[in-house]
């Protein structure tokens, strides 16, 4: 009987249900995981331009419906992959000085950076951030919610203990703790850090935002 039967949109209709309250819609989170991890994929193999709900839906293995049913859009798709970077955000140090915190920063980063996949993915959204305000202002969001988030955390922990003072422009002092490595890593892309980099740009950076 029809009243017997979900309304479960991934499954196929052939296959038994679970009873749920009528008219609802069962979204299965593996399926969203699934859907979530193969657009990373995609936009790694064939960028932005190229990126299809189609491609999407063969990687994740589910049909075309499953994604329709959760975003309207590629765009929007993205826009949700890239906000959710911010969530899961990154972990925030607590060595007990300014120079450490920031070495370990750095040492998050730097291998999130350069993992083969967001290596392809951010240059990929940087320029097409440039010719649409949504995912430049997804992009932005991720990138305050994420490490700029962390940073300044970083900054007002040195500042109770003393490190640094109190009345420091912050913006400047986070400048300072996310553009060098940024720059090698992202803009430049350069293949291979030097061999004591990231202790040195800690060190480095712990002084200039002392001296600020």
Known sequence: ????????????????????????AVLRPDVT??????????????GYARMSIEGI???????????????RSKLHLVLDVV??????????PDTGSLEGDLRLLYEFTSRALRHPVASQIIPDLQA?????????????????????GVASKI?????????????????LALDLISG???????????????KGYLGALARATAEAIKAL
């Open 33 to 46: 995981e699934a859907i979530r991890a193969a657009v990373f994929e995609e936009l790694a193999a064939v």
């Open 128 to 148: 097409e951030a440039a010719r649409n305000p949504e995912i430049a202002e997804a992009m932005q969001k991720a990138l305050r919610e994420g490490q700029e």
């Open 57 to 71: 839906a063969r990687r994740a293995g589910v049909g075309k419906t499953a994604v329709y049913r959760r975003w």
């Open 155 to 171: 900054v007002v922990a040195a500042a109770q203990r003393g490190e640094v003072n109190g009345d420091l422009d912050e913006d």
């Open 83 to 92: 906000s959710a970077l911010a969530v899961q955000g990154l972990p925030v």
């Open 180 to 194: 060098p490595l940024y720059w090698r890593s992202v803009v430049i892309r350069s293949p291979k850090l030097p």
């Open 1 to 24: 009987m029809l009243g017997g039967m979900t309304t479960n949109a991934d499954e196929p209709q052939t296959r038994p249900r679970r009873r749920t309250p009528a008219g609802a």
